[in-house]
């Protein structure tokens, strides 16, 4: 089963109507966005908001804030980096999400191998903190598109395994950190092992560097990402383009006819 939906609820106030217009299209999965930082901090609204999200089948993630490095050579910024974590992760329960999506950090000075080191150290740490707590969440690395940022996919499907962390599957930023030369087959085929998947997916543009930006969902794209899927796994697929909600109805209508 492939679950569509956009990343993006809106504020407090409109998330429930949101969560009900996407159920009426089909879409069943959504990315609560806090980008910036965490905006829904009353406990017993976002109770009301998960309880209603069951209830339209629709599962929840979240994604953390982009300020986030846990490999800075300053001990305080990886620190702030935890907590922003914890933070989503702690609302994130309250709300029934199963997921915290976050970007790990940048390479820095560090070499890859103490790169790597470093955010494993850290993500091991925000596991322990999510077992004391018994916060029924899990927190997942992403792939990401600009070279000089950690997540790759041999760095994120190791993290997972040496830490329990899941992983958030971007097709768009692998395109884009691969210069276009990585099909949605190949980057599959990295995490086919797992018996689940969560994904982002958007169009993109890229340049030597990797990611310049996200752009609408060209429908070719589409096509070729659904095909290149299993039909017998669970996957989830948020869409991250201008317009996501659009977007992933398209993606629901290819799927459907594809099945």
């Known amino acids: 089963m492939i679950r569509f939906g956009p990343a993006g609820m809106g504020g407090v106030k409109e998330a429930i109507w949101n969560l009900e217009s996407f159920h009426k299209y089909g879409l069943r999965a959504c990315e609560i966005a806090f980008t910036y930082g965490v905006y829904i901090r009353d406990e017993q609204a976002a109770m009301a908001i998960g309880k209603r999200a069951r209830e339209l089948d629709i599962k929840l993630s979240i994604h953390a804030p982009y300020y986030i490095n846990l490999n800075s050579e300053d001990k305080k910024k990886i ?118 998947l969560h994904c982002h997916f958007s169009g993109i543009d890229y340049g030597e560097k990797g990611e310049k930006n996200h752009k609408l969902t060209p429908e070719q794209e589409m096509k070729k990402l659904l095909s290149a899927l299993p039909k017998n796994k669970e996957i989830v697929i948020i869409n991250e383009s201008p317009d996501p909600a659009g977007d992933s109805v398209k993606m629901l209508k290819f799927w459907n006819k594809m099945r």
């Not at 820095?108 to 740490?125: P, R, V």
């Not at 690395?141 to 395994?161: H, R």
Request: net charge positive.
């Open 79 to 196: 620190e702030e980096s935890k907590h922003r974590i914890l933070e989503c992760c702690k609302i994130g329960d309250k709300l029934g999400a199963y997921l915290v999506v976050f970007h790990p950090g940048y390479y820095g000075k560090s070499g890859k191998q103490e790169t790597y080191k470093n955010i494993k150290k850290a993500i091991l740490n925000i596991k322990k903190e999510i077992k004391k707590n018994k916060w029924n969440i899990n927190v997942a690395a992403e792939t990401t598109g600009k070279l000089n940022v950690f997540g790759d996919v041999s760095e994120i499907v190791k993290l997972a395994g040496d830490t329990g962390c899941f992983f958030c599957l971007d097709f768009a930023h692998l395109l884009a950190r691969s210069q276009g030369k990585m099909n949605y087959g190949k980057m599959y085929n990295y995490f086919k092992k797992f018996p689940s």
